[in-house]
């Protein structure tokens, strides 16, 4: 399928993110782009892409692992990474993975803390990493929306979203104390349907989970929730298995990704669907419903 060409919005977002990728890496020192082998992943890759071409990206991308992906993400990023000869680093908790740390056992939060959050401060420690690009977007969730492109985080790898800076004109202060690092959002100002957009007029490949298929799933309530198997089964409920055309609309770990009920299996039927959607693509991930302020909390300590 050939690129369609884009829209004047289309082309406003992408001027807008390609420029900030081309001043934080004339500004930070070692940057890394996270790859978590999503749909805005993809596409912030398709951006970094765009931004260096012909040369190639001019910093690494890195995956934090928690051991509880989809196979077809990790079929996909391996793909991905191979045919476009990109440097990959993965980075996991080794010790919470060890341990079998499990939502199931330890809660969504602090499993959530300890397979993703310390395995991200520690990877960025490790490293040298001052800035790293993500693929969030305001829209997404209330405590996002309180985000700046570029976010500054503590010595400790922690935001306060009270102490952040000013933003006006498209001018960024990328100036860090010691100890300081950055959280740079290219995609801050897009929205779902963009990025789908953008992925169907520049032929983006993404994950096969976001199209419809018949799928295996469990219900939970109005869950559902794919099958895990190192969930151990709760005494005395029986688990409401059910064949459902389905689709993910957004991607994490398997406990704690909910799927939605629909047809759409192509892009152009995700696009349509997507406006008349009036639900945020948020509210099956499972690692948001902890409580009211569960993604503020997890961005304080360190979450993408």
């Not at 498209?170 to 963009?194: C, I, K, M």
């Not at 939970?220 to 409401?240: C, F, H, M, N």
């Amino acid at each position: 399928m050939s690129p369609k060409p884009l829209s004047k919005h289309l082309k406003q977002l992408e001027a807008e993110a390609i420029y900030i990728l081309r001043e934080s890496i004339a500004e930070f020192k070692q940057p890394v782009m996270l790859y978590s082998v999503g749909k805005d992943s993809s596409t912030m890759l398709r951006l970094a892409q765009k931004s260096f071409y012909p040369a190639a990206i001019p910093f690494p991308l890195m995956h934090i692992d928690t051991g509880y992906k989809f196979p077809e993400m990790y079929a996909f990023r391996d793909q991905i990474i191979a045919q476009l000869n990109l440097r990959l680093i993965i980075e996991s908790n080794v010790t919470a993975i060890a341990q079998e740390s499990h939502p199931q056992q330890l809660g969504t939060d602090r499993c959530c803390q300890l397979l993703k959050t310390q395995a991200l401060l520690d990877a960025l420690q490790k490293h040298g990493f001052d800035a790293a690009f993500g693929g969030a977007r305001r829209e997404e969730e209330k405590s996002r929306a309180k985000e700046r492109v570029v976010s500054i985080r503590d010595p400790l790898g922690q935001w306060e979203p009270r102490s952040q800076r000013p933003e006006l004109w498209q001018l960024y202060n990328t100036q860090l104390a010691p100890g300081q690092s950055a959280r740079v959002f290219p995609l801050s100002n897009w929205t779902e349907l963009d990025i789908w957009e953008y992925i169907q007029a520049e032929s983006i490949p993404v994950v096969p989970l976001y199209f419809a298929q018949t799928r295996p799933m469990v219900r939970q309530g109005k869950q559902l929730i794919p099958i895990d198997t190192r969930a151990q089964p709760v005494k005395g409920e029986s688990p409401l298995l059910e064949t459902v055309t389905c689709r993910f609309r957004s991607l994490g770990c398997i406990p704690c990704t909910g799927a939605i009920a629909s047809t759409a299996s192509t892009v152009a039927e995700i696009i349509a669907e997507l406006k008349q959607a009036t639900r945020s693509e948020r509210e099956n991930r499972l690692i948001d419903r902890s409580s009211e302020s569960a993604m503020e909390q997890k961005k304080r300590e360190g979450y993408f």
